[in-house]
């Protein structure tokens, strides 16, 4: 036995330096795994996990009619809630109809938002169109163009004036 694992693990070292090719290293593992004695399991340790399991019956004991016991008892709260399902689910339903109600009545006046800041900026884009066809012709140009000078004009003005009073209100009193 400790010759084929040993030929196996210079096999497998041989393929990793890459002197073997592939199948040599499963042929004598496949040896070694042959070499290995077969061992059944006995047939005590076969009915102790069935009685483990609960395929064979021991005698019956008190722990055993406890268990039939709690397992009645799950049926029997079992059935006492399928008897109360309708009751729960009208209940359930009608709280769920309730929040549904709610969420497409979110939904309504998110809509209702919606289609109003829609027409909002419908009404302002319309508006914008109509202000560029105006500023478009000459007139209205020279217009703006007049009033951009005059405010220009005006602000330099008014920042002369501003740094003319601020260097004599904060001069040097010596």
């Given at each position: 036995?400790?010759?084929r694992?040993?030929?196996?693990?210079?096999?497998?070292?041989?393929?990793?330096?890459?002197?073997?090719?592939?199948?040599?290293?499963?042929?004598?593992?496949?040896?070694?795994?042959?070499?290995?004695?077969?061992?059944?399991?006995?047939?005590?340790?076969?009915?102790?996990?069935?009685?483990?399991?609960?395929?064979?019956?021991?005698?019956?004991?008190?722990v055993?009619?406890?268990?039939?016991?709690?397992?009645?008892?799950?049926?029997?709260?079992?059935?006492?809630?399928?008897?109360?399902?309708p009751?729960?689910?009208?209940?359930?339903?009608?709280?769920?109809?309730?929040?549904?109600?709610?969420?497409?009545?979110?939904?309504?006046?998110?809509?209702?938002?919606?289609?109003?800041?829609v027409?909002?900026?419908?009404?302002?884009?319309?508006?914008?169109?109509?202000?560029?066809?105006?500023?478009?012709?000459?007139?209205?140009?020279l217009?703006?163009?007049?009033?951009?000078?005059t405010?220009?004009v005006?602000f330099?003005?008014?920042?002369?004036?501003?740094a003319?009073?601020?260097?004599?209100?904060?001069?040097?009193?010596?």
């Amino acid at each position: 036995m400790n010759d084929r694992l040993q030929r196996w693990l210079d096999a497998e070292r041989r393929h990793s330096e890459g002197v073997l090719p592939d199948g040599e290293s499963e042929r004598w593992l496949t040896a070694l795994f042959r070499a290995l004695p077969y061992h059944s399991p006995t047939a005590a340790l076969g009915k102790r996990v069935m009685l483990e399991l609960g395929f064979t019956k021991p005698g019956t004991t008190p722990v055993a009619w406890a268990g039939r016991a709690m397992a009645l008892v799950g049926l029997l709260v079992l059935a006492t809630g399928f008897l109360a399902l309708p009751t729960l689910t009208l209940r359930v339903l009608s709280s769920v109809g309730h929040l549904l109600g709610l969420a497409l009545g979110a939904l309504e006046v998110t809509g209702w938002w919606m289609v109003a800041t829609v027409s909002i900026w419908q009404t302002l884009t319309e508006l914008g169109y109509l202000i560029s066809l105006v500023l478009a012709t000459p007139e209205a140009m020279l217009g703006l163009a007049l009033t951009t000078f005059t405010a220009v004009v005006a602000f330099w003005l008014l920042y002369n004036l501003t740094a003319h009073d601020r260097s004599s209100r904060y001069a040097d009193s010596t």
